[in-house]
């Protein structure tokens, strides 16, 4: 079974930065692609930025776009979310998913669409 593992999370001020990372317990230089979603209390989780590594694109929600990038250490099976200027409404648990293959369809921006998901790490931005 595969694990994925976030951590880095925490507590930043507005307007500051934060990285936190994603590590999966299976290589991951041939998978299809991945996710960053996001869930904050009494609400539904959502769609942050994805990864195609088949593609070689990335793609991020309007509300996070110019601010937050998503990159890969494939020596490392590692993926990172760096968040820049950070806004109280970016307070969440943050999630990491894996798609490994194209078996089904479906789009980046979904948790469907994915096949594995980590645990969560809390980031609390203070105003």
């Known amino acids: 079974q595969v694990q994925l593992a976030e951590s880095g999370g925490g507590l930043v001020q507005t307007g500051g930065s934060l990285r936190i990372s994603c590590v999966s317990s299976?290589?991951?230089?041939?998978?299809?692609?991945m996710g960053w979603f996001r869930q904050a209390p009494g609400k539904e989780r959502e769609f942050v930025g994805s990864a195609s590594f088949i593609g070689g694109t990335t793609y991020y929600a309007d509300s996070v776009k110019g601010r937050f990038t998503i990159s890969r250490d494939n020596a490392e099976n590692t993926v990172y979310l760096q968040m820049n200027s950070l806004k109280p409404e970016d307070t969440a648990v943050y999630y990491c998913a894996y798609k490994w293959s194209l078996e089904r369809g479906g789009h980046f921006s979904t948790v469907a669409f994915y096949d594995d998901w980590g645990q969560g790490t809390q980031v609390t931005v203070s105003s």
């Open positions: 299976r290589p991951t230089f041939n998978a299809y692609g």
